[in-house]
């Protein structure tokens, strides 16, 4: 038999094809609690240059630009962290929904997203006890360590809150609509 027609030998029919189709790239989802994210990335890049400016063309690196980087890209990543938790853009595996019947897979995504949720609430409780008993300060600036942390469990209290809504919007959704979300290809009856 020919495999243009979709069968194998013995009759089977091959799965359907998956496309993966990209969506053509739009700020128009960028929301102003966005914008801390984009600023910190784009001064990030800045003292990361400078570094490098520093270090390997003028054979005298700025001290302070190490530690500053390293924290700097914990306050991307934390800040980043609340766009993808505002979209529900982190990642995941949604093959399992493919496998399993929608109501089941909407209880599935309802118990991941009160984990979801735990987790982030725990971390911004442990986070808030952290960075009461922090009293250092950076080694190469006078900027106390508990000003980042501080950040970061707001991000954390943040994105509690977008979880929160998360959980609230897919208990109120159907099964299909709960997979139509991960998904739109799936479609469940």
């Known amino acids: 038999m020919s495999s243009s027609d979709g069968n194998h030998e013995g009759g ?43 270090r390997y063309v003028l054979n005298d690196s700025l001290a302070w630009t190490e530690e500053v980087a390293r924290y700097l890209l914990v306050l991307v990543a934390f800040l980043g962290s609340v766009s993808a938790v505002r979209r529900g853009s982190h990642i995941m595996l949604e093959f399992l929904f493919r496998m399993i019947p929608a109501t089941y897979a909407r209880i599935l995504a309802l118990i991941a997203e009160t984990i979801t949720l735990g987790l982030f609430a725990s971390l911004t409780w442990i986070g808030i006890e952290l960075t009461q008993k922090t009293r250092q300060q950076m ?51």
């Open 139 to 189: 080694v190469s600036l006078p900027i106390p360590k508990a000003w980042i942390y501080w950040i970061c469990v707001g991000c954390l209290a943040v994105m509690t809150l977008y979880s929160a809504l998360w959980l609230w919007k897919k208990f109120r959704q159907t099964p299909d609509q709960v997979v139509a979300g991960f998904d739109p290809t799936i479609s469940k009856n």
């Open 12 to 54: 089977a029919k091959a799965p359907p094809e998956i496309t993966m189709d990209e969506a053509p790239v739009s700020i128009a989802d960028i929301r102003l609690i966005d914008a801390p994210a984009l600023i910190m990335f784009w001064v990030l890049a800045i003292v990361v240059f400078m570094q490098f400016f520093t």
